[in-house]
């Protein structure tokens, strides 16, 4: 079973710049996750989805970060205009049906560098 | 408000120790799950293990145990005779409400030494 999917590895850009990320999520996961972890610190949730639809984006920056999944399969995290403060691993996930005792399964995660 | 805490950041054990690493979660849900993540340097977090909050039986699998006490909060992980790939971060991670948001902890990094 292939695992989750994310493109590119490592990412280095300069301030104000824009970047993206891909994840492709297990095949038949409805629910996909982005985190983002900053270096020394547990992963945070920037946004959830459950189908091609929405869950919970509370804690997501929404004046410079977007998120879509637009067919319910993979997803792309923008981050427009990107800060210092941005670098961070960027991690993807996913479950079957995001569902409290379900575990989660994680892509490799993009190294993002912001100069 | 839910919290959960790792209180500790760095343990270094001798190859074959065994080792403990502590999770506090407070919340007032009544029902919750608890898991355990593994992040080795090559960066991909494994899930290791999950209890739920109405089943304090402790459990041994393999190498692993974890005790679940409910009164205290505490939900702690146990890696017998440790060994050098056991060295990772490990998170601590609840699980409350209907669906799956999940907290993350600070997460402890264990070092392994031979």
């Known amino acids: 079973e292939a695992g989750v999917a994310q493109s590119p590895r490592y990412k280095i850009i300069e301030k104000r710049q824009s970047v993206a990320f891909w994840c492709n999520p297990i095949s038949g996961h409805a629910t996909l996750y982005w985190y983002q972890q900053i270096l020394g610190q547990g992963p945070k949730l920037l946004i959830q989805f459950q189908n091609n639809g929405v869950v919970d984006d509370s804690q997501l920056p929404k004046d410079r970060f977007s998120a879509e999944r637009l067919k319910g399969v993979d997803s792309t995290l923008k981050i427009q205009p990107a800060k210092l403060e941005d670098s961070a691993v960027y991690l993807c996930?996913?479950?079957?049906?995001?569902?409290?005792?379900?575990?989660?399964?994680f892509g490799s995660g993009t190294q993002l560098s912001v100069l | 408000a839910q919290k959960v805490t790792q209180a500790q950041t760095e343990i270094s054990v001798v190859e074959k120790e065994d080792v403990t690493l502590d999770c506090v979660y407070e919340?007032?849900?009544?029902?919750?799950?608890l898991f355990w993540y593994k992040q080795p340097p090559s960066g991909e977090l494994v899930f290791l293990i999950r209890?739920?909050?109405?089943?304090?039986q402790n459990e041994i699998s393999g190498r692993y145990s974890w005790n679940f006490q409910k009164s205290t909060s505490s939900f702690n992980f146990t890696i017998t005779a440790s060994q050098v790939v056991d060295s990772a971060v490990y998170f601590c991670a609840p699980v409350s409400g209907g669906y799956q948001k999940v907290t993350f902890g600070t997460g402890t990094k264990l070092q392994v030494i031979p």
């Open positions: 209890r739920n909050s109405f089943d304090e």
């Open positions: 996930a996913s479950s079957v049906e995001g569902v409290a005792n379900e575990k989660l399964f």
């Open positions: 919340t007032r849900d009544t029902t919750y799950y």
